[in-house]
Nanobody, 119 residues
Framework: QVQLVESGGGLVQAGGSLRLSCATSTTIYAFIAMGWYRQAPGKQRELVATIYSTGGTNYGDSVKGRVTISRHTVNNTVSLQMNNLKPEDTAVYYC?????????????WGQGTQVTVSS
């Protein structure tokens, strides 16, 4: 069973930075994509950033220019560097990994890490 463990969340003032990390229990090469989603109270879960096995990336409109996703094959982790944080970035951030075998796609999720940005 694949496990994803997030770390790096916390409380930060507006304009500050945080770096989230997601460690996988298996090789990162097992996934066609890994990424971060977030969910604020009363809102739907939304995409923050995705990085594909090809190295390509995709960012949510609300965070473009402020976050960078990277994958690290040496230690099987994916990180999310977040800069110029805003109070509206406050949410639980979830790591996601997507594996595709033939025609079957499976999404795996971490437990989430809280990010709180104070104004």
């Amino acid at each position: 069973q694949v496990q994803l463990v997030e770390s790096g969340g916390g409380l930060v003032q507006a304009g500050g930075s945080l770096r989230l990390s997601c460690a996988t229990s298996t090789t990162i090469y097992a996934f066609i994509a890994m990424g971060w989603y977030r969910q604020a109270p009363g809102k739907q879960r939304e995409l923050v950033a995705t990085i594909y096995s090809t190295g390509g990336t995709n960012y949510g409109d609300s965070v473009k220019g402020r976050v960078t996703i990277s994958r690290h094959t040496v230690n099987n982790t994916v990180s999310l560097q977040m800069n110029n944080l805003k109070p509206e970035d406050t949410a639980v951030y979830y790591c996601n990994a997507r594996r595709s075998v033939v025609l079957d796609t499976t999404n795996y999720w971490g437990q989430g890490t809280q990010v709180t940005v104070s104004s």
